[in-house]
C-alpha cells in the first residue's frame, strides 16, 4: 500500500493550495483518510479528516479555511486550504485507515512541505 501525497509548496499570506493524497495498493476498503502536519521542532497534530460515511473534523485553527474531502472512486482525500497564514507552515502528511488483506492498519504517506511566507 502507498499513499501518494501531492500539491505543496511556496505561497504568500492569504493564497490558496490544494493537496491530493491517493492511495493505492491491495486495498479492500478504507474507513478514515485525514491530513496531519508537523511544524519545525513540534509534534504532528491532527489538521481534518473525513470518515467513509463522509462525516469531518478539523482542527480549530483551521476551521473556516480548509476544507478536507474525498473522492472514494480514486481512494483520494483532498484537502484546500485558503487564506493560508504563515503559522500554517508545516510538512503535511496523509494518513488513511485501511484493511488489506492482513487486516487493518494505518498508513501514512511522505509528507509533502507547504511554506506561507510573505
Known amino acids: 500500500v502507498q499513499l501518494q501525497a501531492s500539491g505543496g509548496g511556496l505561497v504568500q499570506p492569504g493564497e490558496s493550495l490544494r493537496l491530493s493524497c491517493a492511495a493505492s495498493?491491495?486495498?479492500?476498503?478504507?474507513?478514515?483518510m485525514g491530513w496531519y502536519r508537523q511544524a519545525p521542532g513540534k509534534q504532528r497534530n491532527l489538521v481534518a479528516d473525513?470518515?467513509?460515511?463522509?462525516?469531518?473534523n478539523y482542527a480549530d485553527s483551521v476551521k473556516g479555511r480548509f476544507t478536507i474531502s474525498r473522492d472514494n472512486t480514486k481512494n483520494t482525500v483532498y484537502l484546500q486550504m485558503n487564506s493560508l497564514k504563515p503559522e500554517d507552515t508545516a510538512v503535511y502528511y496523509c494518513?488513511?485507515?485501511?484493511?488489506?488483506?492482513?487486516?487493518?492498519?494505518?498508513?501514512w504517506g511522505q509528507g509533502t512541505l507547504v511554506t506561507v511566507s510573505s
Open positions: 494518513s488513511a485507515l485501511l484493511r488489506t488483506g492482513t487486516g487493518w492498519g494505518r498508513y
Open positions: 495498493g491491495s486495498i479492500f476498503n478504507i474507513n478514515g
Open positions: 473525513v470518515i467513509s460515511d463522509g462525516s469531518t
